[in-house]
């Protein structure tokens, strides 16, 4: 099933904070405090704004150092209730972490770890980590996925597609997008169908791997709470679209 055909830029900065973005903070499954536990409507688009949020968040930290104001925004993240799970333990120790850290010492964590001289300590790429290449297969097929979904990539843009903060901005806009239905049940059926078909075969392969790799790099230290927010993510979206498909 494919997505109403909608050209959307993708390789944004950091403008991948888009309004659902405060929705990360407020959004963590109410009072239900368990996906699993989340059938009622209300609590269902909670958890959808949560993800978008989530994703949105995630790609603005990786498309490119962040300013002052985004790490102002991420560190008012830190008080939300670590008792829920894995996913709101990382997303509180990362709004600690931007809030003692240094936005210059940031950007020179930043470089280190993504462009370094020739490259940096971690490959944030699909295609590395499922090939162990740039530019191989994966990418191609990715390519064609994107302009199935109606995506083009933003004039200007030097990097491939699967670079992991595309693929985080492309989830995030999947779960906002709408298709083209009879009724709203429909309708939100075919649009985790639509994302979980995404998120299978270009991030759950290796994204885990890559989040753990930043995670342990010698180079990362802000970037240590990043990763482990993105593995977090991960695996809560590998059991949630399990779940809701």
Known sequence: MKAEKTKVEIMTTQQALTSDGPAIASALWGESNSVENSGDENSVEETQAYRAGAYSLLGALLRSSPEQAVLDYVAS???????????????SSLGLAADNCDVGAIDDEYHALFIGIGRGEVMPYGSWYQTGFLM???????????VMLGFERSSGTSEPEDHIAALCEVMSLLINQKVESSSELDQSGQQLVIQQQFFEAHISSWAEQFFGDLSEASSAIFYRSVGRFGKALIDFEKRYLAMSV
Do not use: F
């Open 77 to 91: 993240l830190s008080d939300v209730d670590t008792e829920i799970d894995e996913l709101a333990v990382a997303l």
């Open 136 to 146: 191989e297969k994966p990418l191609g097929i990715l390519r064609d996925d994107l």
